[in-house]
């Protein structure tokens, strides 16, 4: 199957996908803020430039987006298109995703991952509350926890 757009307009349209500050980040930032919980954003000096690094917490959080870190979901579909590229594009991002929540771990943060999915209107109250919730909870063991 072929794209519904030309060069031009894909080539746009993808130019204005951002990689930081997107919706799902800030609400996640702003509903962590109005816990009281303060925070940084895109750490360049830990791996994979957490979205949200809480320091108080030895907690990073990643803000994935469902199709380019390709979780098992309704919104992750592979692309018809180019299809050598996406699937190449979107596994080394799993496995860098991978590469650098272990790095973390080993250095002693806790790893969280939102997904964009999580985030829908229906369900992200309840899973901004969880997350809250593994946060503060200070006798977790180390390691990922989505």
Known sequence: MTD??????????????RSTNTKPEEMVRK????????????????????DIVLKKYKAVIFVNGCFWHHHNCERFVWPKSNKEY?????????Q????????????????FTIWECQ??????????????????DQERNTGEND
């Not at 509903?31 to 957490?50: A, E, I, W």
């Open 96 to 111: 860098r995703d991978q590469v650098n929540k272990v790095l973390l771990t080993e250095q002693g943060w806790r790893v």
């Open 31 to 50: 509903y962590l803020f109005s816990k009281g919980m303060r925070y940084r954003k895109n750490v360049r000096s830990l791996p994979g430039c957490p």
């Open 119 to 136: 985030l829908k209107k229906t369900v992200a109250d309840e899973n901004l509350y969880m997350l809250y919730q593994k946060i503060i």
């Open 4 to 17: 519904n757009h030309s060069k031009e307009v894909r080539s746009r349209n993808m130019s204005h996908i």
């Open 86 to 94: 996406w699937k190449s594009k979107i596994l080394k991002n799993e």
